[in-house]
């Protein structure tokens, strides 16, 4: 069975000194690097907003970071403006080794709709393209690894879940936002929904995954 690593949103404005720095983003790096090594298979995702983009509280006078917006589809979390199109902040970390061979996928690039997910806009409906990038390569498999765990990596394995997919999540290359104890949430409904997790620090990443 084909198996795809996917890369999610390893990029400056997650990173410290970002608007929306993750703790401890950088520690993905080496163990992305080294996963990266070991696929035929790897596709890159990135955050990447129009803007003004719906889910920056700067878009809406009056509401803080952090705030929750009530829409269609649930509550949109509303963050400080990060990932806009085409800035520095939107690329990828400076230290991920991009293998000449990687597709990159771009998502939440509507401007009124969020897309956590690399499968699925926040709707659950719209397509952000990653089903279709799996099934023309045959993949039935994939191996998760970035930012942020319990946001955009949650979405994007409970969506392949739903899809049929397996899904692995590589614990040592993520880190988590941790909002209101959204990391154990996460956890928690990652394993309700059949997703694997592993720990494989760079050094075991060769040997355990090779
Ligand atoms: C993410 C919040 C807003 C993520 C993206 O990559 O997990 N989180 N946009
Ligand atoms: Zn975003």
Redesign the pocket.
């Known amino acids: 069975m084909n198996t795809a690593l996917v890369v999610?949103?390893v990029?400056n404005d997650?990173c410290s000194g970002g608007p929306?720095a993750?703790p401890d983003a950088e520690g993905v790096v080496p163990v992305v690097n080294a996963l990266m090594e070991r696929f035929r298979h790897v596709i890159l995702?990135q955050?990447w907003?129009p803007p003004g983009h719906v889910?920056f509280a700067s878009s809406h006078s009056g509401r803080r970071v952090h705030a929750r917006l009530p829409t269609p589809f649930g509550e949109q979390?509303l963050?400080p403006d990060?990932?806009v199109a085409d800035t520095t902040g939107a690329a990828l970390h400076a230290g991920i080794r991009v293998p000449s061979a990687a597709a990159v996928l771009r998502k939440?690039v509507h401007h009124g709709a969020?897309a956590?997910s690399a499968f699925f806009e926040n709707d659950g409906l719209t397509p952000v393209g990653l089903d279709a990038m799996l099934r023309v390569r045959s993949v039935r498999a994939i191996v998760l690894a970035?930012?942020?765990?319990?946001?955009?990596?949650?979405?994007t394995a409970l969506d392949a879940r739903r899809l049929g997919y397996e899904v692995t999540v590589i614990e040592a290359g993520c880190r988590g936002?941790d909002l209101d104890g959204s990391l154990a949430e996460a956890r928690k409904r990652m394993a309700l929904a059949g997703v694997q997790r592993d720990w494989p620090a760079e050094e075991d990443v060769a040997r355990r995954l090779g």
């Open positions: 999610v949103d990029q997650f929306l993750v995702t955050d907003h889910s979390i963050w990060h990932c939440g969020d956590y970035g930012l942020a765990t319990d946001y955009c990596v949650l979405h936002i």
